[in-house]
């Protein structure tokens, strides 16, 4: 199994910018599908955005047009840009798997948008 380091996260006001880290433990090359989710207070941990081998890109509607999600199978990492942050992305958020089952959770990173 793979583990998975994520990091990036932290305060920032509204509109601001973040870039999230997602570091394997192991070879994410094989991996057809990969994605981040997010799990804010009170919440079930959903989808946020999702890539396959090939470099196609899923996201949910929330995020359309102000997250990218991207992967650099040679570093074993997957990214997500997050801009134009809102208050409602505040959540703790976690990379896995997508669409088979998940390897073990990381700890997450906390990701609070707040003035």
């Known amino acids: 199994q793979v583990q998975f380091v994520e990091s990036g996260g932290g305060l920032v006001q509204p509109g601001g910018s973040l870039r999230l880290s997602c570091a394997a433990s192991g070879s994410i090359s094989s991996i057809d599908a990969m994605a981040w989710y997010r799990q804010a207070p009170g919440k079930q941990r959903g989808l946020v955005a999702a890539?396959?081998?090939?470099?196609?890109?899923e996201y949910v509607d929330s995020v359309k047009g102000r997250f990218t999600i991207s992967r650099d199978n040679a570093k074993n990492t997957v990214y997500l840009e997050m801009n134009s942050l809102k208050p409602e992305d505040t959540a703790v958020y976690y990379c896995n798997l997508w669409r088979v089952r998940p390897f073990p959770w990381g700890q997450g990173t906390q990701v609070t948008v707040s003035s």
């Open positions: 890539i396959v081998r090939g470099g196609r890109t």
